[in-house]
């Protein structure tokens, strides 16, 4: 397994800031992926994010909202930019292990006013 | 393509009865399956994986699941419920060579005492 830690684990923020959500592996992992979970609702894929390549996004998520850095095989980065009150959810980030299992931070609550 | 179908957006059962949470998935190759359970606040656990080894798989916490290729299922079970399993509960199947998630919409679970 994979022990995956966050921060922060909430934030306020106000409409138009930007905040970097901070992802760390205890272990080096290929692959990193990103979600959002509106409350309520289940796991949406922002995009995945792989050491030494651009992000791939899924679609409905672009780059110059969601920038995502990867600098090493241990750690990720995850900006929501401009933001406004409909970015208000949870993002998780997951890391891939062993046998193919992708383990989960504990999360980031952001609310925008 | 694949596709992931929870059949129940609630269930309620008492404490100590058997807990059902119904899955069905959709997918063009033997797939790899999941449940993942979400506690209030809490970040997301792997209760158990499925990857075409034993149809029957046992989870943590008691809980178990049994592959069903000709049903198209994929239901969690327990044989007696606890308090400390009210939660939310995904199901979810893994997407071809990109290691992607596919989610099912969750069960929440509640337990009456």
């Known amino acids: 397994s994979a022990v995956i830690s966050q921060k922060p684990s909430r934030d306020i923020c106000q409409r138009g800031t930007s905040l970097t959500i901070q992802c760390q592996v205890d272990?080096?992992?290929?692959?990193m992926f990103w979600y959002r979970q509106q409350p309520g609702q289940s796991l949406t894929l922002i995009a995945t994010?792989?050491?030494?390549?651009?992000?791939?996004?899924e679609s409905g998520f672009v780059i110059d909202k969601f920038p995502i850095s990867r600098p090493n095989l241990t750690f990720s980065t995850l900006t929501v930019s401009n933001m406004s009150p409909e970015d208000s959810s949870i993002y998780l980030c997951?890391?891939?292990?062993?046998?193919?299992?992708?383990?989960f931070g504990p999360g980031t609550r952001l609310l925008v006013l | 393509a694949q596709s992931v179908t929870q059949l129940d957006s609630h269930v309620s059962v008492s404490e100590g009865t058997p807990v059902l949470l119904r899955c069905n998935y959709s997918s063009s190759y033997s797939p790899s399956l999941f449940w993942y359970v979400q506690h209030p606040n809490k970040g997301l656990q792997l209760l158990l994986k499925y990857t075409s080894a034993a149809t029957l798989v046992k989870g943590i916490n008691g809980f178990e699941a049994e592959f069903k290729k000709s049903e198209t299922s994929f239901h969690l079970t327990k044989p007696s419920a606890h308090m400390s399993d009210a939660a939310e509960y995904f199901c979810?199947?893994?997407?071809?060579?990109?290691?992607?998630?596919?989610w099912g919409a969750g069960t929440k679970l509640i337990i009456k005492p």
């Open positions: 997951s890391a891939l292990a062993a046998q193919e299992t992708q383990y």
């Open positions: 994010a792989n050491q030494g390549s651009e992000a791939t996004y």
């Open positions: 979810v199947v893994s997407a071809d060579s990109n290691y992607q998630l596919i």
């Open positions: 272990s080096q992992v290929t692959m």
